[in-house]
C-alpha cells in the first residue's frame, strides 16, 4: 500500500488561498494530525486543479523537518459547508462510463501490482463520499485497505478522515481502536502513550531496550498501551509472534510483557527457527499452558482480527514501525529515536 501512497501526481498549479482564518485553523489541525518531526515547519497551499473532488477544496500540507526521513507533502480536502477534512494522496480514477468500483479495481490493482476487488458503501457520508472497501488476498487472509471516493466518482482518496472542529488526536485513537491493545498503568492519566510495533522490526527490537525501561519506570502515573502492527509482507514471521502475543495474554495475562521482552531481545535466534517451535518451547519453559495458547494461535478467526487491526493503522496512515503516539501526536522515530524518546520523557516529566 505504500507504493500506493507513493504513486501519486500532483495535479495542477499551485494558487495562495483567499481563505486566511481557514488556513490557520487547517494549519492548527493538520501540525496534530502529521506526523511530529525534529524542528517542524508546516505550511498550507491551496490548489485550484481544472478538476477536483465534489465538495471540497484542495490544499496541499508541506510539512519540512531537520530528519530528512521525517515530514513531506500530502493533500488535504476540506469542505466548507460541514467542515469534514480528509488528508492523503488523492487518485485520479478513470474517467469513462464504467462503474465506480470497476475503476477503483483497475487502478487499485495497476498501483499495487496484484489483483484488487473493491466494494463501495451504499450510503452516502458527508459531502457525498463514500467508503470504499480495497481486499487484496494475502497468504494470511484477505487483507483491506480503505479510502473514499467523491460525490462526482472521479477520484479515490485514501487517508484519515476527521473534522476541523474535533481534535485529530482523538479521531485517531478512535481509529485505531485502542482499546483493543494491550494496557499497563494508569486507567485515567494525563499522559497516554501507544506503541505500535512489529515483533520482527530490527528498530523496533533496539528502541525497545531503550523505551521499555522508561516506560517501566513510569507506570505509576502514565498510561501505556501496545499493538501489533506486523508488517506481514516484509516480515516472515513477525505475524505469528503477534499472534503468540495475543495468546498468550489470554490464556496467561500476567506473562504477555516477559513474552514481549524475550522476542525483541531475541530477534537474531528466532530468525532461525520455525517460530511455532519458538512459542511453544517458550511456552512450556515458562509453564504457560500450550494446548490452551496453541488453539487461539492457530484460530483463524484471530489471524482475521489481527488483519484488521494493521489495516486500521495503514488506514490512518502509519506504515512504518515502530510508532509511538503520545497523547494522540504520532511522533517520527528518526535513524535512532533521539526525538522520540526525548518527547517521551517530557511527557513523562510532565504528568499528573
Not at 477544496?57 to 508541506?62: A, C, L, N, R, S
Not at 478522515?161 to 482499546?179: F, H, Y
Amino acid at each position: 500500500m505504500k507504493k500506493m501512497f507513493l504513486a501519486i501526481s500532483m495535479v495542477s498549479s499551485l494558487a495562495f488561498s483567499a481563505h486566511a482564518a481557514d488556513n490557520a485553523a487547517i494549519t492548527r489541525w493538520a501540525e496534530k494530525a502529521l506526523t511530529k518531526c525534529p524542528d517542524s515547519k508546516t505550511t498550507i497551499e491551496e490548489i485550484k486543479p481544472p478538476l477536483a473532488p465534489t465538495n471540497f477544496e484542495v490544499f496541499t500540507i508541506t510539512q519540512t523537518s531537520s530528519d530528512k526521513g521525517c515530514g513531506g507533502q500530502k493533500y488535504l480536502l476540506y469542505s466548507p459547508t460541514t467542515q469534514q477534512v480528509l488528508m492523503g494522496p488523492v487518485i485520479p480514477l478513470a474517467a469513462d462510463a464504467r462503474p465506480a468500483n470497476v475503476r477503483i479495481d483497475e487502478t487499485a490493482s495497476n498501483l499495487l501490482k496484484t489483483e484488487i476487488k473493491s466494494t463501495i458503501a451504499p450510503f452516502p457520508l458527508p459531502d457525498g463520499i463514500r467508503a470504499v472497501s480495497i481486499v487484496k488476498q494475502t497468504e494470511y487472509g484477505p487483507f483491506a485497505y480503505h479510502g473514499f471516493i467523491d460525490a462526482g466518482q472521479h477520484f479515490l482518496i485514501i487517508g484519515d478522515r476527521g473534522n476541523l472542529r474535533e481534535d485529530p488526536g482523538k479521531t485517531l485513537l478512535d481509529a485505531l481502536n485502542t482499546s483493543s491493545g494491550v494496557h499497563r498503568g494508569k486507567t485515567k492519566s494525563t499522559v497516554n502513550i501507544v506503541e505500535l510495533s512489529d515483533f520482527q522490526c530490527p528498530t523496533c527490537g533496539r528502541a525497545h531496550k531503550t523505551v521499555e525501561p522508561i516506560i517501566a519506570k513510569a507506570l505509576g502515573k502514565i498510561s501505556y498501551t501496545r499493538l501489533d502492527l506486523p508488517l506481514f509482507e516484509h516480515h516472515q514471521w513477525s505475524i505469528f509472534a503477534a499472534l503468540g502475543a495475543r495468546a498468550i495474554n489470554k490464556v496467561a495475562p500476567s506473562k504477555y510483557w516477559p513474552y514481549v521482552n524475550f522476542v525483541f531481545e531475541n530477534q537474531e535466534t528466532i530468525d532461525k527457527q520455525k517460530f511455532d517451535d519458538v512459542l511453544k518451547n517458550y511456552c512450556e519453559d515458562h509453564d504457560i499452558n500450550w494446548a490452551a495458547v496453541e488453539k487461539i494461535y492457530r484460530d483463524p478467526k484471530e489471524k482475521a482480527l489481527l488483519l484488521e487491526q494493521v489495516s486500521r493503522a495503514f488506514d490512518a496512515g502509519i506504515v512504518s514501525t515502530p510508532t509511538y503516539i503520545v497523547n494522540g501526536q504520532i511522533l517520527g522515530f528518526g535513524p535512532e529515536g533521539k526525538y522520540t524518546i526525548e518527547n517521551i520523557k517530557k511527557a513523562i516529566a510532565a504528568a499528573k
